[in-house]
């Protein structure tokens, strides 16, 4: 299983209009450049559309399809429209094209741009979202043209689950996503899980140094500061049980020391806001930290996201990433799984996935699988 990497690299300018610039090994001209508007109102509907995201109301799932047929008209009308299906048809039949968009980190418009959800690309002439074909992915990038190398993983895979709900804020159901991850990983010889609950600031430095970790989820709360482009995971605080923020670069300072880490799963609200931070990061946020911290994949939330979308999503992700699927076609497969849920009907569009490993590929199981102890 391959996977043919389409870039989309978009800047922006003062006038409101974007620079895109289209790359692949398969096209056979550097980059194909066009001017495309933005639509006034657009940042509006979709921050209506973020409030709204989790209901099954006929006019949230109206309004996800036009902003998505807005974007795909703007990005592949015309000759780009043929060059995209080019892609898909040029690829073989157990591939996948990968549609990466790379955000220029000096555009005037980067917050705009980085807050627009590009996972809800609408074809009208298809009658779908893009992201409904099993054979297209899309991700993100705030690291172009650096690509990940795969590298050997010792035994026992370790996976950390790092659990928080402080009293001072929305009841969340852990204990359930738990569960659910405990499953989905029970058919993996030589992985190891580990949970801290009710997890401190303190308590998940300790354990992140501890030993190595090769994959981080988070579940908990998440918040974004759209005014300083900051973003913080919520921790409980080891002595009142209320919020503790851990903010988004002093989580990346952790992770940078964490080399052995391959994925992070955020799934708390508004961790997959990427926007402009201080003249010394060009991105801020919290997926974004991660990356720059160098982690190689990253699944983080867009939007708010619903208990049930958490903990379902969840599952559906790590059974497919531990039938060593791609992490692109893990998180598709699960996106497809849970848009046929009329509970989560528009929630598929929430989780965002950065990804610098050029085949998507995470952990080679055979590799992992200790079955001399089995």
């Not at 990005?75 to 591939?95: K, S, Y």
């Not at 029970?186 to 609950?197: F, H, K, R």
């Not at 992700?317 to 497809?336: I, N, S």
């Not at 996935?353 to 080679?364: A, E, N, S």
């Amino acid at each position: 299983m391959g996977c043919t990497q389409l870039d989309v690299r978009i800047s922006g300018e003062d006038s409101g209009h974007c620079t895109v610039k289209y790359s692949s090994p398969l096209i056979d001209r550097e980059s194909t450049l066009l001017r495309i508007a933005l639509p006034a109102d657009i940042e509006a509907a979709v921050l209506s559309l973020n409030k709204g995201i989790a209901s099954p109301l006929p006019e949230s799932a109206s309004s996800l399809k036009s902003i998505g047929q807005q974007m795909f008209e703007s990005l592949f009308h015309g000759t780009n429209r043929a060059l995209l299906h080019a892609h898909i048809e040029a690829m073989p039949p157990d591939d996948f094209l990968r549609l990466n968009f790379v955000l220029d980190a000096s555009t005037a418009n980067l917050d705009v741009l980085h807050r627009l959800p590009w996972e809800a690309l609408y074809d009208e002439l298809e009658a779908k979202f893009l992201i409904m074909d099993e054979r297209i992915s899309i991700t993100r990038t705030v690291v172009p043209d650096e690509m990940h190398k795969r590298t050997a993983v010792q035994l026992p895979l370790r996976v950390l689950v790092v659990m928080a709900s402080p009293k001072d804020r929305e009841w969340l159901n852990l204990e359930d996503e738990r569960r659910e991850i405990e499953e989905s990983w029970a058919s993996c010889p030589g992985i190891g899980v580990e949970y801290l609950e009710h997890a401190s600031i303190a308590d998940f430095r300790r354990l992140l140094r501890a030993g190595n970790v090769h994959v981080l989820h988070f579940m908990g709360h998440g918040e974004f500061d759209p005014g300083t482009g900051n973003g913080a995971l919520v921790f409980e605080h080891p002595l009142t049980g209320a919020s503790d923020l851990l903010s988004s670069s002093d989580l990346g300072e952790l992770i940078r020391e964490q080399p052995a880490l391959q994925l992070a799963y955020l799934n708390a609200c508004n961790t997959g806001i990427t926007g402009r931070g201080s003249d010394d990061q060009k991105f801020s946020g919290l997926a974004a930290s991660l990356v720059i911290a160098g982690v190689p994949a990253v699944l983080a939330m867009q939007f708010k996201v619903t208990d049930e979308f958490a903990i379902f999503f969840a599952e559906e992700f790590y059974l497919r990433l531990t039938q060593e699927l791609p992490v692109d076609r893990a998180v598709g497969g699960a996106r497809q799984a849970l848009s046929q849920d009329t509970e989560t009907i528009l929630e598929w569009t929430t989780p965002v996935l950065y990804t610098r490993v050029p085949d998507g590929v995470l952990f080679d199981f055979e590799l992992v699988y200790d079955f001399s102890a089995h």
